[in-house]
């Protein structure tokens, strides 16, 4: 499975964009990018995915690399709600038709007042 | 819809007792997994369903064992609990499909004195 590296923690103003990066080399060409955001201690909450395309929906957009090897998630007004710890992850169907993720250790992103 | 549910919120156990963690949901989702999330860490993955009666292991399976009788229930059970499987226990479910997004309870909150 494609491992992914993100930074440890980032700041944001609020109402201004954050754009939170993720590294994953070793992604394969059926693999899709997710991420996910949890708060405080809840579970964590679906955001966006992708394959290779940019997406965006009504919380967030994703800008995959044409190469696949990067992604940035942005939150383009951000408020003190968005304060939340971001994963970033690839996942893929296999041959039996099962998928899993595999959760890094995520960003924490602080959004300032 | 009620969604991913989880029972009990809260749970203290000694060593060398058992329990069941409950997980149900509402949503006819034929994928099911189990979580957990240690102090500073993200996610890693217990074990996971991928319809009645199928289930197979994640990162780290050893002392849970699970079953998946139904489709709206996937019970995770500690056979002999360790100071060690403290930690927080999310279960998700989703439909079948790898482009799908996963839901997630609330949480399990589980010591192990």
């Known amino acids: 499975d494609a491992k992914t590296t993100q930074p440890p923690s980032m700041d944001c103003a609020e109402g201004r964009a954050a754009n939170l990066p993720c590294n994953h080399s070793?992604?394969?060409?059926?693999?899709?990018v997710y991420w996910y955001r949890q708060i405080h201690s809840q579970g964590p909450q679906y955001i966006i995915h992708?394959?290779?395309n940019n997406e965006t929906n009504e919380m967030a957009s994703l800008i995959i690399t044409e190469d696949r090897k990067s992604s940035t998630l942005i939150l383009p007004h951000a408020t003190l709600r968005d304060t939340a710890v971001y994963y970033c992850i690839v996942t893929r169907v296999s041959t039996s038709g099962t998928y899993k993720y595999i959760f890094g250790t995520g960003t924490r992103l602080k959004v300032l007042a | 819809n009620a969604g991913v549910t989880q029972t009990p919120k809260f749970q203290v156990l000694k060593t060398g007792q058992s329990m069941t963690l409950q997980c149900a949901q509402d949503m006819n989702h034929e994928y099911m997994s189990w979580y957990r999330q240690d102090p500073g860490m993200g996610l890693r993955l217990i074990h996971y369903s991928v319809g009645a009666g199928i289930t197979d292991q994640g990162e780290v399976p050893n002392g849970y064992n699970v079953s998946r009788s139904t489709t709206e229930d996937f019970p995770l059970r500690l056979l002999s609990a360790a100071p060690s499987q403290t930690s927080v226990y999310f279960c998700?479910?989703?439909?079948?499909?790898?482009?799908?997004?996963?839901?997630f309870g609330p949480g399990t909150r589980l010591t192990v004195l």
């Open positions: 992708g394959l290779k």
């Open positions: 070793t992604i394969s060409g059926n693999e899709y």
């Open positions: 998700a479910s989703s439909r079948q499909g790898h482009y799908d997004t996963q839901y």
